[in-house]
Structures are given as structure tokens and as C-alpha cells.
């Protein structure tokens, strides 16, 4: 069965400096992979989405994720952290028809 | 465009009360679904629907009704609620593409408390 795993429950960094947050998957066919931020009290945002092709996605917001194959893994990164990034982030994997399924989220906190 | 629509935003019921979350699109799409947000589990899903009069089960569908007809309403049913339902109910939409993934498009959520 699919699934995804997001290893750190929570993360925290101080604003200005770069973020990276983890995603694993398993998948039998081709994934495709999502990341999504929830805002407090809010629902999802597409951060971005990788299909096929170049390796390196690039989302918005300044996000931008990496797709490693070898590793089964889809991790996130931004440069320099806002504090407007403070949120729960999700790795998902597009399964049969049009059905994702979520790992448990990270959630970032950033400090002044 | 509203995008995605859910009623409503907050609701406590009592063990074995049944009740409908309401969920609205006016994008034209064709693909609805319904997730349960639940600490620590990321978001699971319980039902979906490729169309007017289509729908399936998720992950975890016991304990919920579904049905679909029309394009743009997708209601969620509880028919006797339990505390296990306690949790935030996101729906969410898109349009479907034969052996393409396109983004879902969720609604602000309805968050349920089962006394």
C-alpha cells in the first residue's frame, strides 16, 4: 500500500535562515507527488507538485522541492524563512484516479 | 469564484445524533472527496466521487454516507455519531484527468466535536 512518512514532527528555525523538510514514499508505479501548507485554522494550499521531468520543482512562496528517485524521497527547501511560513506542511502522493494520500505533516515553527 | 464551500464551520453533537456537512464547488469539477483531519495522521480520506452519481470508499468510510447528485454538491452524512468522529472534515475538489493528477482544491473545513 502507499504511504508517506514525514520524519519530524516539528521543526523550528530561526527567521532568515534555510529550511528543509523531509518526505519518504512508497509507491509501486510512477509518484506524484504534492506538498501542501496549512495555514492555522485554514485549509490546504498547493505549494507544488511534481509529475515527471525535471527533477527540481520550483512552488510558491519562494518553495522549491527535489525529486530523488534512488531515495523514494521529495523534500522540501526554502533559502530564507519568513515568519509568514509558520504553518503545517504535508507531502502527498497521487494514487489511483484522483485520491492522495497525506503524511502525519511538519510543523514549522519560526522564531524573530 | 467561491472555489470550494463548506458548511458548517463548526459543530458539536451529541453520541448518536446524524448530521450532513455540506460541501460546494463552482468550478465545474468533476472530482469530489471528503478527508478526515486528525492529529498526527495527516489528512485520510473517507469518500470520494468522479461524477454526478458516482461515488466510493476511502480509507475510512464506516460511519459516513455519501451521495452525489449533481456536479456541484457533495454532502457528507453521519448517521449516528460517535467520539470517534471528533475531527476536522476538509472536502475537496478537481478536475479529472484520465491518468493525470491535478491539484485538489480544498474548502476552509468543518471542524466536528461528538460529545
Known amino acids: 500500500a502507499q504511504s508517506v512518512t514525514q520524519p519530524d514532527i516539528h521543526i523550528t528555525v530561526s527567521e532568515g535562515a534555510s529550511l528543509e523538510l523531509r518526505c519518504n514514499y512508497s509507491?509501486?508505479?510512477?509518484?506524484?507527488l504534492f506538498w501542501y501548507v496549512q495555514s492555522p485554522g485554514q485549509g490546504l494550499q498547493l505549494l507544488l507538485k511534481?509529475?515527471?521531468?525535471?527533477?527540481l520543482v520550483q512552488g510558491i512562496k519562494g518553495f522549491e522541492a527535489e525529486f530523488k528517485r534512488s531515495q523514494s524521497s521529495f523534500n522540501l527547501r526554502k533559502p530564507s524563512v519568513h515568519w509568514s511560513d509558520a504553518a503545517e506542511y504535508f507531502c502527498?502522493?497521487?494514487?489511483?484516479?484522483?485520491?492522495?494520500?497525506f503524511g502525519p505533516g511538519t510543523r514549522l515553527s519560526v522564531l524573530p | 469564484n467561491a472555489g470550494v464551500t463548506q458548511t458548517p464551520k463548526f459543530q458539536v453533537l451529541k453520541t448518536g445524533q446524524s448530521m450532513t456537512l455540506q460541501c460546494a464547488q463552482d468550478?465545474?469539477?468533476?472530482?469530489m472527496s471528503w478527508y478526515r483531519q486528525d492529529p498526527g495522521m495527516g489528512l485520510r480520506l473517507i469518500h470520494y466521487?468522479?461524477?454526478?452519481?458516482?461515488?466510493d470508499q476511502g480509507e475510512v468510510p464506516n460511519g459516513y454516507n455519501v451521495s452525489r447528485s449533481t456536479t456541484e454538491d457533495f454532502p457528507l452524512r453521519l448517521l449516528s455519531a460517535a467520539p470517534s468522529q471528533t475531527s476536522v472534515y476538509f472536502c475537496?475538489?478537481?478536475?479529472?484527468?484520465?491518468?493525470?493528477?491535478?491539484?485538489?482544491?480544498f474548502g476552509p473545513g468543518t471542524r466536528l466535536t461528538v460529545l
Open positions: 475537496a475538489s478537481s478536475s479529472a484527468g484520465l491518468g493525470d493528477y491535478n491539484e485538489q482544491f
Open positions: 509507491y509501486g508505479a510512477t509518484p506524484y
Open positions: 511534481y509529475f515527471s521531468g525535471d527533477t
Open positions: 502527498a502522493v497521487g494514487t489511483h484516479g484522483q485520491n492522495f494520500v
Open positions: 468550478m465545474n469539477h468533476e472530482y
Open positions: 466521487s468522479v461524477g454526478a452519481g458516482i461515488t
